[in-house]
């Protein structure tokens, strides 16, 4: 079974400062990684994704995330936030295994950029 | 919201009422998912297709059904089953592939009064 775990619901970080949302996960084996933003009333947008490789993940909007395989967890960072940040952001995984086409979402953190 | 189209955005139906919720991507992707998102809970996986005429349930189906006749197309209907349909519908798309990022719609939100 997969799970993913989101563990604070709401984070607030002050504009111009470096910015953490956490994310840990549970897989039997492998897992790819995702992280997607949503902004009000829009669907998912996707930021950037752990496949294989550099643990060290770059994606949209200078969001980076650092995959560490003995903590479970996929942060996602970002050095200097924006208020345009200000968003509902969802980590998602899935098990690296043939056919295996679903998605586990966690609960969502929203990121509030304080001006 | 890339090459996903969902109709409409707003959509009120009374109890007891089935509804078809419209699904269409111009990506060429081989499969594609419903989703519902309720406040607090994420999203929730509804019902898959990898390939047309083939579709596998997810964690909620009951209450749902879907069809893939057609690529481009993956409809939801919701049932007067549903206990509780009030929600935010999304579909996705992507390629059928290891590592493969879902695309999604902008959405669908569904009351039932």
């Known amino acids: 079974a997969q799970s993913v775990a989101q563990p604070e619901d709401q984070v607030n970080v002050a504009e111009g400062n470096p910015l953490t949302v956490k994310c840990t996960y549970s897989?039997?084996?492998?897992?790819?990684l995702f992280w997607y933003v949503q902004y009000p009333n829009r669907g998912l947008q996707f930021l950037l994704k752990?496949?294989?490789?550099?643990?060290l993940v770059k994606g949209s909007y200078g969001f980076e995330a650092e995959f560490n395989k003995s903590q479970t967890s996929f942060h996602l960072k970002k050095p200097s936030a924006l208020v345009s940040d200000s968003a509902l952001y969802f980590c998602?995984?899935?098990?690296?295994?043939?056919?295996?086409?679903?998605?586990?979402f966690g609960t969502g953190t929203r990121l509030t950029i304080i001006p | 919201d890339g090459g996903i189209t969902q109709s409409p955005k707003y959509l009120f139906r009374k109890e007891g009422q089935n509804v078809t919720l419209s699904c269409e991507q111009n990506?060429?992707?081989?499969?594609m998912y419903w989703y519902r998102q309720d406040p607090g809970q994420g999203l929730r996986l509804i019902y898959y297709?990898?390939?047309?005429?083939?579709?596998q349930k997810g964690d909620i189906a009951e209450g749902y059904s879907v069809s893939r006749e057609k690529k481009e197309s993956f409809p939801l209907t919701v049932t007067s089953a549903q206990k509780n349909p009030t929600a935010f519908y999304l579909c996705?798309?992507?390629?059928?592939?290891?590592?493969?990022?879902?695309?999604f719609g902008p959405g669908t939100r569904l009351t039932v009064t």
């Open positions: 998602a995984v899935r098990e690296a295994n043939f056919g295996n086409e679903k998605l586990t």
């Open positions: 990506l060429n992707h081989d499969a």
């Open positions: 752990y496949i294989t490789g550099d643990n």
């Open positions: 297709s990898q390939i047309v005429n083939d579709f």
């Open positions: 897989v039997s084996g492998n897992p790819y």
């Open positions: 996705a798309s992507s390629i059928r592939g290891d590592g493969d990022e879902q695309y």
